[in-house]
């Protein structure tokens, strides 16, 4: 088995990150209006989406390249909320095939989002200052850090 080095890996980790359903938990004493865990993931997406934006001070003439890797993140996030609905049903009325069969299909189209992910956000790097890339790398390696820690 070949290691891989986590550097190299901290792109697609933030990508899958950013393509995946996220669960929040939050404490909280009043209980807040119920969104669906559709509508909640594409919350999420674009807080991700803000944060980035301003972490890496987009400028106006960067918008285009932004909004089009913006759009990537939030049709992924449709992507798999899509397929999620589609193999929502209660796990104890199907069989081990189907539930296999769902596992291949998310992992398949999550594979397709981080390539699509990866794609745009080669576009976006591209067109980054030093300094913005600089963030960016720093970016990517808290969120790829963060999750090895986890």
């Known amino acids: 088995m070949r290691l891989i080095r986590m550097t190299t890996l901290a ?5 899958a990150a950013l393509s995946l359903p996220v669960v929040a938990v939050a404490q909280t004493t009043t209980k807040p209006a119920a969104a669906s865990p559709s509508e909640a993931h594409k919350q999420r997406v674009e ?14 003439t960067q918008e285009a390249v932004w909004n089009d890797f913006a759009q ?10 899509t397929l999620l609905a589609k193999h929502a049903t209660d796990p104890s009325t199907r069989s081990a095939e189907d539930i296999m069969a ?37 970016l990517f390696r808290t969120n790829a850090l963060q999750r090895v820690a986890k």
């Open 11 to 15: 792109p697609a980790l933030l990508a």
């Open 47 to 60: 807080e991700r989406i803000a944060d980035m934006y301003a972490t890496l001070h987009i400028a106006p």
């Open 72 to 81: 990537v993140m939030l049709d992924n996030a449709q992507a798999m909320d």
């Open 102 to 138: 769902s596992y291949a299909a998310m992992a398949q189209q999550h594979a397709q989002n981080v390539q699509k992910l990866s794609a745009a956000f080669h576009t976006l790097y591209n067109n980054l200052t030093s300094e913005q890339r600089k963030a960016a790398d720093e």
